[in-house]
Structures are given as structure tokens and as C-alpha cells.
């Protein structure tokens, strides 16, 4: 349920069979067909196969409309037990997220430290700024998944995302303000630049203890984790080889 009934909108219904009964596939195509003609509300109907859908992966963007999908006829509790199985993840799951994309954040726009380069600074110097506001909108983007693992749930489609953030259980203080000084571009400018970047590195400040809360890990030991457990490689080679950018890697 989205809050909105308006031209815009249309019903998602989603039917499981548990057998391969084309007879009764027409029979609720026409049902949804005759609900559309009378309520003027255009239906999106899709009808799956249960075995087939306990077989495939799921992907992020099914993953989050089934999370929020309301099931209305369950009599024997398969789809219940079919929704619990795909979409019960490991703790793992979102700590590994959430440690990749504070990876990314701190590549592209905001570093744990004074002096270490971004690769939005790194096109400020190559001379494009065109590129380094492009990446500073990225780095929204990137706030905006973290927002969600923070929160426990699955990253919604494109259309969605930012209203999306808007109702999370969990949000930093001032989070629209300054989401809006991040997606303002008034010119492609230094000064323009410097302005939606501080409003990144706000947010981020922001967030940074939640980050730190829920992975049960300093800003150090994500860099430690990210490393041995995402990137799967021997951490005393990055720690010998600091002066690396890891840009050239990314």
C-alpha cells in the first residue's frame, strides 16, 4: 500500500498456483478483467507457478514489493511460508551491505580522514566538474541504500526510493533539508560543488554512529571487515600499500 489513489495508480495483484490449471489461469484473468472495466482502476495481474517461485532467486526490487505486498487469501499458509523463506536474510546479509557501501561513500565523497582524495576531488582536478556533481548525486544514492539497510529493509525501484525514505523508522536529524541542499544544482560551479558536498558530509556525520551501532564495528574495523571479508584478500597487503589510491581499484 502506497498512500495514493490517484490517475497515476493501478492494483498489483499477484496469484500463486500450486498446480498448472490453465482453465483457472483464465478464469481470474477475466475476473481482474471484468474488476478493471468496473472500477476504472487498472489492474496489474501476474500469476506464478508456488514450486517455480520457491525455486528462483529473488531479486532486490521483488524482495521489496513482496515485503510490503498484504496477502489476502492464504488458506493452507503456503504463501506465507514461501514470503518467510525468500525473505528472511542473515544478520550477515545486511552488515556485508552496509560495510560496502560505507566503502563507497568514503571513495566518493566522504574520506575517514583529512587529506585522503575523493574521486569526486579527483575530477575537480582532472578539471571536470560536470563529473565531480555527478558523483556527489551518486553519493545520494548511496546514502539512500544505506538508509534502508540501516533500517532493515529491501532498497525499493528508482520511482520510489526517496519518498520511500521518507516513512523509515530510522532517519538523522534534518535528513530532508539536507537531502534537498544535496540535489540542488544551482550551477556547475566550485563553489556550488563545495556546498552539496558539505551537505553530504552532514548527512554522513549523521549517520556514521547509527553505522557504527548496527555492525558493532568502528569506522577501522569496517575498513578491516570490507577488506578480508567482502574483498576476500590479506589485509596487511593494504595496510603496507596505504599510499594506494583505492580509486584505481574501484
Not at 26 to 36: G, M
Not at 200 to 229: F, H, I, S
Request: net charge negative; aromatic share 10%; proline share 2%.
Amino acid at each position: 500500500m502506497r498512500g495514493f489513489a490517484d490517475r497515476f495508480s493501478d492494483l498489483d495483484i499477484t496469484v500463486f498456483l500450486d498446480r498448472d490449471d490453465k482453465e483457472l489461469q483464465r478464469a481470474i484473468r477475466s475476473i481482474a478483467l471484468e474488476e478493471e472495466k468496473r472500477s476504472g482502476l487498472e489492474t496489474d495481474l501476474m500469476i506464478h507457478d508456488l514450486e517455480d517461485s520457491r525455486k528462483k532467486r529473488w531479486d532486490e526490487i521483488e524482495r521489496r514489493e513482496f515485503s510490503k505486498a498484504k496477502v489476502v487469501f492464504d488458506p493452507e499458509g503456503q504463501i506465507e511460508e514461501l514470503l518467510n523463506e525468500k525473505l528472511s536474510v542473515s544478520r550477515d546479509f545486511w552488515v556485508n551491505r552496509i560495510t560496502t557501501l560505507t566503502e563507497y561513500l568514503k571513495w566518493y565523497c566522504c574520506p575517514s580522514e583529512e587529506g585522503v582524495g575523493t574521486i569526486t576531488e579527483a575530477w575537480i582536478e582532472r578539471g571536470d566538474l560536470v563529473a565531480a556533481h555527478h558523483c556527489v548525486s551518486y553519493g545520494l544514492e548511496v546514502i539512500l541504500e544505506m538508509l534502508f539497510a540501516l533500517n532493515r529493509e529491501f532498497f525499493p525501484s528508482v520511482k520510489w526510493r526517496l519518498f520511500d525514505s521518507y516513512g523509515l523508522k530510522w532517519l538523522p536529524n534534518d535528513y530532508r533539508h539536507l537531502v534537498q541542499e544535496m540535489m540542488i544544482v544551482r550551477s556547475f560551479s566550485k563553489g556550488d560543488l563545495d556546498r552539496r558536498l558539505n551537505a553530504v558530509r552532514q548527512l554522513w556525520d549523521r549517520v556514521l554512529p547509527k553505522v557504527e551501532q548496527e555492525t558493532r564495528m568502528t569506522l577501522e574495523e569496517l575498513d578491516v571487515y570490507y577488506v578480508r571479508n567482502i574483498l576476500r584478500q590479506n589485509v596487511s597487503f593494504f595496510q603496507t600499500n596505504e599510499s594506494m589510491d583505492p580509486m584505481l581499484s574501484h
